[in-house]
């Protein structure tokens, strides 16, 4: 069992810690930093909550009949998206992870299928025409060369 001595409130010692702290505490420097550091900090948050929202306008148009601005939308998010994750990463970086990161990541993903769209089109079209080749005859051509 271990025994505390009671505490001198009137100690020169306790008494210099403690303006020790309100000399630290006081610091502006410092305070300026803390405060712009959580203004960024729900900076991060808002540009997250904006993206998400966007991508959901985005989503919206899904099925119209012409498919190609949805997907230009798709590509241009996921394009700016993409720096807003760097910003997101950041501030994880310094131990503050933003509330929806996950879900901004897991928007990301989707969205990247989009960027690739018109290449698979492209080649679902190459195949269809009979114009591809199967992957038999490419590793075939492989072990050949």
């Known amino acids: 069992m271990i025994l505390l001595e009671p505490m001198n409130v009137n100690s020169p010692k306790l008494l210099e810690q403690q303006l020790d702290f309100l000399e630290q505490q006081s610091d502006l420097e410092r305070w300026k930093r803390d405060h712009e550091f959580a203004m960024l900090c729900c900076d991060i948050d808002d540009l997250i909550a904006l993206a998400l929202e966007t991508l959901e306008q985005i989503r919206k148009r899904r099925g119209a009949p012409d498919p190609a601005p949805t997907f230009h939308f798709f590509r241009r998010w996921h394009r700016i998206a993409l720096?807003?994750?760097a910003c997101v990463e950041h501030i994880e970086?310094?131990?503050?992870?933003?509330?929806?990161?996950?879900?901004?990541?897991?928007?990301v993903n989707e969205a990247s299928i989009a960027v690739d769209h018109?290449?698979?089109?492209?080649?679902?079209?190459?195949?269809?025409?009979?114009?591809?080749?199967?992957?038999e005859d490419v590793a075939n051509e492989a072990q050949v060369g």
């Open 93 to 107: 970086g310094a131990g503050y992870p933003p509330e929806r990161a996950d879900e901004l990541r897991f928007a």
């Open 83 to 85: 720096r807003a994750l």
């Open 118 to 135: 018109d290449r698979v089109a492209a080649a679902q079209q190459r195949l269809a025409a009979g114009m591809g080749r199967s992957l």
